[in-house]
């Protein structure tokens, strides 16, 4: 059975930082796209970041542009484990951050939850004073 599962979500303060882990098992996924989306109460789930192996000698980033210099997505291809290291948090990014594994080509398809196949059941984090 493959499973995802998410840590390191809590309680921060605006301008704070948190580390978000995700380790599956059950299957490898080197050669996998690993993502987190997240999803605020009465809202879609959005692309976060992303993490894609490229077909051929690497693998690369992708983020999502409201993200893009606070946020940093790496991965343990030995550990099947992917992070999410958020820096400068804001109250708007309250949410349950969710990991996802998918076989995506491409950059463009990386941002759709639909192209996922594994998901986690998530992790809750509140930026709040």
């Known amino acids: 059975q493959v499973q995802l599962v998410e840590s390191g979500g809590g309680l921060v303060q605006p301008g704070g930082s948190l580390r978000l882990s995700c380790t599956a098992s059950?299957?490898?996924?080197?050669?996998?796209?690993m993502g987190w989306f997240r999803q605020a109460p009465g809202k879609e789930r959005e692309f976060v970041a992303a993490h894609n192996w490229d077909g051929r000698s690497a693998y690369y980033t992708y983020y999502a542009d409201s993200v893009k210099g606070r946020f940093t997505i790496s991965r343990d291809v030995s550990k099947n484990s992917v992070y999410l290291q958020m820096m400068s948090l804001k109250p708007e990014e309250t949410a349950v951050y969710y990991c996802a594994a998918g076989f995506i080509s491409g950059y463009g398809r990386l941002v759709f939850a639909n192209q996922y196949d594994y998901w986690g059941q998530g992790t809750q984090v509140t930026v709040s004073s």
């Open positions: 059950g299957r490898t996924f080197s050669g996998y796209a």
